[in-house]
């Protein structure tokens, strides 16, 4: 607290001018509380002496400042920079008023602090500042940010080492109907000349028929399935192929070989319908299904430690590689 400066308010302690690790914390925090209406109620004044506690404006009592929980009587008291301390001696608790308080409100007002005080022992001991739960981490800190500015959604997030972070992101945003197609763009309000599939022309370009419905698509399905020895049902949706890749009755291993060569079908379908919208080539279904395979051994062969598979026995049998 010497060196940093005494509390202010809800904010953390921390001189304007002050630098230094805990000085960006307290900065940061007292931001988000001023900026963004960031509850800080998991930060815990613990008085001691009185010494270092602004009498109106820390939490020292309760989570909430006295200033927030009783403006009228803060606005009749004439030293609301004052601390704690000289606010008590032995006789009691002292107050700096304008006028006394008259009306009921500020009456009431009173007579509640004078029962919030009734419960307060002056210590010779420092005050101190406590984080809510016990020791301080980064972790609380982002937690705490992200459960207060981001937004919810009703699909957990879950993130496959054994694939690159981009693919990752990829099925995450797929996973939120947030990839640039061509009836999301529309939705956004982007104009297009069409709307049309074009991989199949046959229907409007979404998530679910792009990647299932579309007949280009539903053929790369059936080649990826006869391939790897995996029996892929027809899925009605995306959502319904989450579901599967975490339902299917397989052997833990085995489960993560058809995530990762699920993850690639999906991967390359979107590259192939790219390709063809940005640079005008035609394809080779057959192109698509080399690549789906080279792709998935790739991620299997860099990224998982018990590497027992090889490049022939994931071409024939890629199941019992791992």
């Given at each position: 607290?010497s ?18 690790t ?11 509380h001023?900026e963004y209406?960031l509850?800080?109620?998991f930060?815990?004044?613990?008085i ?5 506690a ?14 927030s929980?009783y403006?009228?009587l803060?606005?009749?008291?004439t030293?609301n920079?004052?601390?704690?301390a000289s606010r008590?001696n ?8 304008r006028?006394?308080p ?7 007002n ?8 009734s419960?307060i022992s002056?210590?010779s ?9 016990g020791?301080?981490s ?6 705490l940010?992200?459960n207060?500015?981001?937004?919810r ?5 879950k993130w496959c080492?054994?694939v690159?972070?981009?693919?990752n992101i990829?099925v995450?945003?797929l996973?939120?109907?947030?990839l640039?197609?061509?009836?999301n763009?529309?939705a956004r309000g982007?104009?297009?000349?069409e709307?049309g ?10 998530e679910?028929?792009l990647f299932l419905h ?7 399905w ?10 892929l049902?027809?899925?009605s ?14 052997p ?8 990762i060569i699920?993850y690639a079908?999906l991967?390359?379908?979107?590259r ?5 919208i940005?640079?005008d080539k035609?394809?080779?279904k ?10 998935s051994?790739?991620w ?15 071409l ?7």
């Open positions: 607290m060196i940093h400066g005494e509390g202010q308010g809800t904010d953390l302690p921390c001189f304007l001018n002050a630098s230094g805990w000085a960006s914390i307290c900065k940061s925090i007292n931001m988000l001023t209406s509850d800080t109620t930060l815990l004044l613990k001691g002496n009185g010494t270092n602004k009498f109106w404006y820390d939490p020292w009592i309760n989570d909430s400042s006295l200033a929980c403006p009228r803060l606005a009749l008291d030293n920079s004052s601390s704690v008590y032995n006789n009691g608790w002292l107050f700096f008023w006028r006394d008259r009306y009921g409100i500020e009456v009431e009173l007579q509640a602090l004078n029962h919030l005080f419960s002056i210590t001991e420092s005050d101190y500042w406590t984080w809510e739960g020791t301080f980064v972790s609380k800190v982002r937690k940010i992200d207060h500015d981001l937004a959604f009703s699909i957990a997030t080492k054994q690159p972070i981009k693919i990829f995450w945003r996973k939120l109907s947030r640039a197609t061509k009836v763009l529309s982007i104009v297009l000349e709307a599939c074009c991989l199949c022309d046959e229907s409007f370009e979404d679910n028929h579309c007949a280009t698509s539903q053929q790369i059936s080649k990826i399935s006869q391939w790897s020895n995996i029996s049902p027809s899925w949706s995306l959502a319904n192929l989450w579901a599967w890749i975490d339902g299917v009755p397989i833990q291993n085995r489960r993560l070989i058809t995530s699920i079908t991967w390359n379908i979107w192939l319908r790219n390709s063809v940005f640079d035609s394809f080779r057959c192109h698509v299904i080399d690549s789906i395979v080279t792709t051994f790739n299997i062969f860099a990224r998982v430690r018990k590497k027992n598979c090889n490049w022939n026995q994931w024939q049998s890629p199941l019992l590689s791992l």
